[in-house]
Structure formats: C-alpha cells, structure tokens
C-alpha cells in the first residue's frame, strides 16, 4: 500500500521520527516491540531472516523497485517522501533512502543459543552501538557461531549497531542475558573453555595452544572503558591478551575481536 507524504511530523511516521530505540523497544509490551533498519542490504538480511515488516519509509520514485525487496503484494504501508524528509530523519547517504520499521522476535534462551556450538563470543557491558555493529561483523567473517550480550550492552537491533555490522546481526544467532544469569557458570556447564580478554600478570597471548586446543571455547569482551569485571576474570579458564609493541597496551574492543576471533578459529 503506497502513500505519498511531505511532512516529517505525520503522526504515522512517528516510529521513525519521534521515538529513540528504548521507545521503539518496549512498543507493544509486554510482547516484544519494534526496531527501525535502513539500507537494501541490511534489511534485505533482516527480511532474510524472517522479520516481520511494520512499514517503509522511503525516497525511493521506482515502485517496482521497492516491490522486488518487499515483495508485489506487501500488505503494509509504504510511505514515500521527498529525499529532505529522509535525511532529516535519518541522513540520506546513510540510509540510502529506504528505511523499515519491523516487528522484533522473541530472544531465545542461553541454552538454545549455545547448544551444538564451538565457538561463541559473550560481550559483558559493551556500551557503544557501533562497537557491537563491528564485532558482529567480525564475528559473521570469522566464523564465530553465536553471541551472548549482558544485559549492560547495547542492543544489536540499534539502527547503527544493525548498520555498522552490514546486517550480520540478523544472521548470527545471539541473546541478551538476564542480570541474574551467571553466564560463566553456565557456559562452563556446557563445556565450554571460557577465555577472558583482559590485561592482568598472568594473562597468556591469545595465540596460546590450550586455547587453539579446546573443543569448545567461548571469548569474552569487555566494556570499552574498564574492560571485564573482575569476577568474569576470576571466574574463566584462561585470561588471554593481544601482543601489543610497546608503549601501545590495548586495542579498540572491535578491532580486537577482529584479532581474537581470528586466533581461535584457526
């Protein structure tokens, strides 16, 4: 259903312009709620995936373009709107004048995420969208098989983590974590060789062979600014770090995941 539109304050396209992303999470609680994507590719994956589309906003004058990425017989409403509502939205060259809201699913369990996987990565409280965007796109090349977030981290389903990681978030399976999960605990109950990212004296290089040996190995990143807890420390099997040249200690917490899970996956 097409429908013309100039005004950026049309009540129907409040889901895109009015509400931020903790509004448009909790859009139809108790169930689970809403998130916007932008760009063909990223929500051509997100399609991909089996998420239910809610509506279009798009700059987008080639009808039949927009009816091969959604389908002829789309039965919701696809506004269009001169290229000015779209950037000011959201930033034209970023959202490649299509942007769609859908409905969110259901997270699964830790259980059924990690079940019949070798390798995962857990993100503790890594704050940055962007920064989630990068490490599931790495996580998407190098094979890693599932992510676990803590309930601290920002939500992959952000429009710029889901931007940032080109789509990957709708490919790679992955939770949030509740606060009262002990997901170390949990993880180590499943078999895996828990492996934490963290500068301390006995810290081994991520290169070491007990973690190239372990079967099943489960990565863990820290907060941008303070890293991991020192309970999470404490608690996993081994306590790994990047060789760095000197006077250099750490790296951006995405660009070291792109390192990491290299390692690992060797």
């Known amino acids: 259903m097409f429908i013309k539109t100039a005004d950026i304050d049309d009540k129907e396209l ?16 108790p169930g689970p709620g809403l998130f916007v994507c932008e760009s063909e590719k990223v929500i051509r994956r997100a399609l991909d995936a089996g998420y239910e589309p809610v509506s279009v906003l798009t700059s987008w004058d080639d009808t039949d373009r927009i009816g091969e990425v959604f389908g002829g017989t789309a039965d919701f409403p696809i506004y269009l709107a001169e290229e000015e509502v779209i950037r000011t939205i959201g930033g034209f060259a970023l959202t490649d004048g299509l942007l769609c809201s859908m409905r969110r699913k259901t997270l699964p369990g830790i259980e059924e995420i990690i079940s019949g996987r070798n390798g995962i990565a857990v993100l503790e409280d890594i704050e940055n969208p962007t920064n989630v965007g990068a490490i599931f796109r790495s996580a998407a090349a190098l094979g890693v098989e599932a992510v676990l977030l803590t309930h601290g981290s920002s939500d992959p389903l952000y429009r710029r983590s889901a931007r940032v990681s080109m789509g990957t978030v709708f490919q790679i399976p992955w939770t949030m ?76 917490v995405a660009a070291a995941s792109a390192v990491v899970f290299w390692e690992i996956s060797g």
């Open 14 to 29: 409040s889901i895109y312009n009015a509400l931020n992303e903790n509004q448009l999470r909790r859009y139809n609680e």
């Open 177 to 252: 974590c509740g606060g009262e999960d002990d997901v170390i605990a949990i993880l180590k109950g499943a078999g895996f060789t828990t492996i934490a990212m963290a500068l301390t004296d006995n810290a081994v290089s991520v290169g070491d062979s007990r973690i190239k040996a372990a079967p099943r190995k489960a990565v863990i990143l820290g907060n941008e600014g303070y890293g991991l807890r020192p309970d999470t420390i404490s608690g996993c099997d081994i306590v790994a770090k990047i060789p760095m040249s000197p006077g250099v200690d750490s790296l951006n």
